[in-house]
């Protein structure tokens, strides 16, 4: 399992369904652990209170956008993806050009393509 995939997970998505289906499938591509956030405060305490390696945004919640998130992590260094179902794909990619996006509703292959391309020396990113 390549290291680039292992450590602390955030997974910032409002709804809930989706977000253990996430944790779940980034679970079984090797994250150590993954941390849920519905909302752009939950998301800012978890970035302060532990190191996070990288990071799945929804682009709309109920309190907004996650794009402040984007922001951070983009500020920090820390890569991140996108999965989204109302932003276009291209605008966010315009945006944010080291992130990576995918159209939800996602697969497990869609996910572990995503972070293939987010991490191009994760060769061994099966689980």
């Known amino acids: 399992m390549s290291n680039q995939l292992k450590g602390n997970v955030l997974i910032v998505e409002d709804n809930l369904v989706i977000a253990l289906d996430a944790q779940e499938m980034l679970l079984e591509l090797g994250a150590q652990s993954v941390h849920l956030a519905s909302s752009n ?3 800012l305490e978890i970035l302060d209170r532990h190191g996070i390696q990288y990071a799945m945004l929804d682009i709309r919640l109920g309190d907004g ?9 983009t500020d920090q ?7 989204s179902g109302f932003e276009t794909l291209s605008k966010l990619r315009d945006r944010y050009p ?9 697969t497990r292959d869609a996910l572990e393509g995503a972070l293939l391309r987010l991490f191009p020396d994760a060769n061994d990113v099966k689980a």
């Open 77 to 83: 260094h820390i890569p991140f993806l996108f999965a």
């Open 41 to 43: 405060a939950e998301a």
């Open 65 to 73: 956008t996650s794009e402040d998130i984007a922001a951070r992590l």
């Open 98 to 106: 080291s992130a990576e996006a995918i159209e939800k509703p996602f």
